[in-house]
């Protein structure tokens, strides 16, 4: 499961130098070191809206946005199960069907972040149980993104609530294992949901990674 999937070698390569300029301009002292790393990130810009079609200065942007030593973003889901079926939430922005979750704030613990993330999604109050995965996002076939992302999969345990679509997703719903929806794979792959609900079948399993 770790092998590394559907990354084309321009987008690695702006990943790398992204990252180095960023890392760059955190340490760098000298005037000319820090022409040099910001020269770089410009050719990343460069580089990805040339493949992308985007404006290089929406690119740009982006980059300039990143400060301090590059590390992975971290992005948590919530796997939560009813009669041996799993909620999700059906994406606005795509139509498409995920695992409740999104970005970890600064200062909020994982565990709290999943269970703010599936209460904002789907309606549903939970309780963080068990860590189930953490992924490179890069390594599970999801389509390509700008920037390193960690997936972190939490079981979670209803504890009220009910269904109530949010601002991000239209319809909220529980699905067996071989009925599973039209699937938004930015967010979630199939293989990852099998994954889960051989977790949930087996809960002396370790947590997966990488």
Same mark, same amino acid.
């Given at each position: ?106 200062? =909020?613990?994982? &565990?709290? *972040? ?6 904002? +999604?789907?309606?549903?109050?939970? !309780?963080?149980? #068990? @860590? ?24 979670? =345990?209803?504890? &009220?609530? *009910? ?6 997703? +239209?319809?909220?719903?529980?699905? !067996?294992?071989? #009925? @599973? ?30």
């Amino acid at each position: 499961m770790g092998e590394r999937l559907g990354a084309t070698k321009w987008l690695d390569w702006v990943n790398q130098m992204a990252t180095i300029a960023q890392n760059g301009l955190t340490y760098a002292k000298d005037s000319h070191d820090v022409e040099r790393y910001t020269s770089l990130r410009e050719l990343a810009a460069e580089i990805a809206a040339e493949h992308t079609g985007s404006e290089p200065k929406h690119i740009r942007g982006l980059f300039e946005k990143e400060m301090g030593h590059a590390t992975p973003k971290v992005d948590v889901r919530g796997a939560a199960f009813r009669n041996e079926e799993i909620l999700m939430v059906k994406e606005r922005v795509d139509g498409l069907w995920s695992l409740p979750g999104g970005w970890a704030d600064p200062n =909020e613990s994982p &565990g709290k *972040a999943v269970v703010r993330e599936v209460a904002e +999604e789907s309606g549903f109050e939970t !309780r963080a149980v #068990r @860590l189930l995965a953490v992924y490179d996002r890069d390594c599970h076939g999801h389509p390509q993104y700008p920037f390193a992302i960690y997936m972190l999969f939490f079981l979670c =345990e209803l504890t &009220g609530g *009910a269904a109530s679509p949010s601002d991000e997703t +239209e319809d909220v719903g529980f699905f !067996r294992r071989d #009925r @599973l929806p039209p699937l938004s794979l930015d967010r979630v792959t199939a293989d990852q949901i099998h994954r889960i609900f051989e977790h949930y079948d087996h809960p002396d399993w370790p947590a997966d990674f990488d």
